[in-house]
């Protein structure tokens, strides 16, 4: 309803500590991770909205060698994800809608530790940048949500199974695109 999108203003703010023992191996693993998100709504006209945020996050994994410290290892990654769309919402409630943003994904710790060796897998965040746009509404018993979009990714993190004995192998790819019609 776009009396009610005046103003609206949401802010998250997480964070978490893991630590796993794997005494099998003789490793200790630390996660560390903090996330505060933003998002403002500001009305332009009576049925158009303009939606502004992003997220800021930041993780740290370490990985302790109890057996061997010379292996042990420590990496932190930060990252900002702005985001912007616009909402276009109809009398009877239907709506359009259309936005950009960015996102970041850090590898984890299995990417991070593929071989048991001396430390990190040279892995950078999976970045991308995507945009959509779609329509959803209700029409009596007729209800619809469709939305078309596309992302640009950079280092996107791909497992690659080299037989069943063997964990999966995390690389890069190189730039990709995703696109698709989803509902």
């Not at 802010?11 to 505060?36: F, L, P, T």
């Not at 071989?115 to 959803?136: H, K, V």
Request: without cysteine; glycine residues 10%; negative net charge.
């Amino acid at each position: 309803n776009p009396e009610q999108m005046h103003g609206n203003r949401v802010s998250e703010a997480q964070a978490g500590y893991d630590r796993i023992d794997d005494s099998a191996q003789e490793v200790e693993r630390a996660v560390m991770e903090m996330q505060a998100m933003a998002v403002a709504l500001r009305t332009f006209a009576p049925q158009l909205a303009v939606v502004a945020g992003g997220t800021y996050g930041w993780t740290d994994r370490d990985y302790k060698n109890l057996l061997n410290p010379a292996l042990s290892r420590s990496i932190d990654f930060d990252w900002l994800a702005p985001r912007v769309g616009l909402l276009w919402e109809s009398p009877d409630g239907a709506q359009l809608f259309a936005n950009l943003a960015r996102s970041v994904e850090p590898p984890n710790f299995r990417a991070l530790v593929q071989t048991g060796g001396a430390g990190f897998t040279p892995l950078r965040p999976q970045e991308a940048w995507g945009g959509g746009a779609g329509a959803r509404g209700r029409r009596g018993a007729f209800a619809w949500d469709v939305a078309l979009y596309r992302a640009e990714l950079k280092h996107e993190l791909l497992n690659f199974i080299v037989s069943p004995q063997i964990p999966a192998a995390t690389f890069h790819a190189g730039p990709t695109i995703h696109p698709g019609l989803g509902g």
